[in-house]
């Protein structure tokens, strides 16, 4: 799974960092690798919300040998599907 600064609840709404927060939390257990990433000026979530939003799944983008295999063979996954 690859999600791009995603989140359940934007930013705006009264109860988006609780929301937000408990969704990445689970999103930590799940078995399988996932990647996510974020971007600055997202119009629904600012870069601190994403931050903390990313504490709470256990800060997997600043140890890149965790990720960059299963992202690598994912990618490829979807490139061989795509060429057949």
């Known amino acids: 799974m690859?999600?791009?600064v995603g989140g359940w609840m934007a930013e705006g709404c009264p109860n988006?960092?609780?929301?937000?927060?408990?969704?990445f939390k689970r999103g930590g257990t799940?078995?399988?690798p996932t990647l996510?990433?974020?971007g600055n000026h997202d119009p629904f979530y600012?870069?601190?919300?994403s931050r903390a939003n990313f504490a709470a799944f256990h800060r997997v983008m600043f140890s890149p040998p965790l990720w960059t295999d299963?992202?690598?063979?994912?990618?490829?996954s979807i490139a061989?599907?795509?060429?057949?």
């Open 2 to 4: 690859i999600n791009f």
């Open 16 to 23: 988006a960092r609780e929301v937000n927060g408990t969704l």
């Open 30 to 32: 799940f078995p399988h």
């Open 36 to 38: 996510w990433l974020y």
């Open 46 to 49: 600012s870069l601190d919300h």
């Open 70 to 76: 299963h992202v690598d063979r994912y990618l490829d």
């Open 80 to 84: 061989t599907g795509a060429k057949q």
